[in-house]
């Protein structure tokens, strides 16, 4: 099977790694950075790279988009005469719903789109920062749509599991998007805002323990990815953030009345709750 990683930063780098631990050796990358082109071949990671998919995905029978989510519904409109007969893609994106109506609406009959979302990323960019270890143990998750073919989807299951995915699941696009809200998007958000709130000039960083710097990890963000992410998937965002509010005004007012047994059953809750996930 000829496998085409389109995009290899952080995720398409560690989808190459991954892939040639797992044996795949019929790589190969697109990219319209020259130099990560040359790394990647460097490292054994692809056969041959490309700035563009016009002459490799003529051939390639699985193509893998790790990109932007405005940059997949391009790659498909530029090269839709050009896909190989049969062939399967399929994506990295965080965010379904705003693009996978206009993906169907222009991908030919022949080609089978499965909506992915590897539940797996790191905080830096780039191919120097990629490692198949990320997709250890981690979570894998599929949209289909109607048209897709049990076989394909079967083939990116199976994929998944090869290299290093421990649990793929299968939901539709909307409920998707608004448990991402919650459990990525939501976090990201509170990251950043924490760090932000911090008061400038401070020696913040003599005081750091293990709750800050778990809880503020994810603050080394991505800026133009995770703008588009945001507003991509703004109501399931938006909603989060506000149930968020919700349940911190209830701390909040709690220590303001000194009210020990509100604040007691809030953290008893969350314990419970923690503990069933």
């Given at each position: ?86 062939a ?34 790191r ?5 120097d ?6 997709f ?53 958000a509170?990251a950043?805002?924490?760090?932000n ?27 133009d ?37 509100s ?8 314990t ?6």
């Amino acid at each position: 099977m000829k496998i085409v990683v389109v995009g290899l930063g952080v995720i398409g780098g560690s989808f190459t790694m991954a892939l040639k631990e797992a044996g795949y050796n019929d790589v190969y990358g697109i990219d319209t950075n020259e130099e990560t082109l040359v790394k990647a071949k460097k490292l054994g990671l692809i056969k041959e790279g490309f700035t563009s998919g016009e002459e490799i995905v003529k051939d390639a029978d699985l193509i893998i988009m790790s990109l932007y989510p405005r940059l997949v519904k391009k790659f498909i409109t530029d090269n839709k005469d050009n896909f190989k007969d049969g062939a399967v893609i399929t994506d990295a994106t965080g965010i379904k719903k705003m693009f996978i109506g206009h993906i169907v609406e222009i991908l030919p009959s022949n080609i089978d789109f499965v909506f992915g979302h590897p539940m797996a990323g790191r905080e830096k960019k780039g191919i120097d920062f990629a490692t198949s270890e990320v997709f250890k143990g981690a979570n894998y998750i599929l949209t289909p749509v109607d048209r897709n073919k049990e076989e394909n989807l079967k083939l990116i299951e199976d994929l998944a599991y090869e290299i290093g995915f421990k649990r793929v699941k299968r939901i539709n696009p909307e409920y998707h998007d608004e448990m991402i809200g919650f459990t990525s998007q939501l976090p990201h958000a509170l990251a950043v805002a924490l760090v932000n709130s911090d008061v400038e000039g401070r020696d913040t960083g003599s005081f750091i323990g293990d709750s800050y710097r778990d809880l503020t990890r994810i603050a080394n963000i991505n800026e133009d990815l995770w703008s588009e992410l945001f507003l991509g998937n703004k109501e399931n965002l938006l909603m989060s953030i506000q149930n968020f509010e919700n349940e911190l005004d209830k701390i909040k007012y709690a220590i303001k009345d000194n009210d020990i047994e509100s604040l007691k059953q809030l953290f008893i809750k969350s314990t419970k709750r923690r503990e069933k996930l």
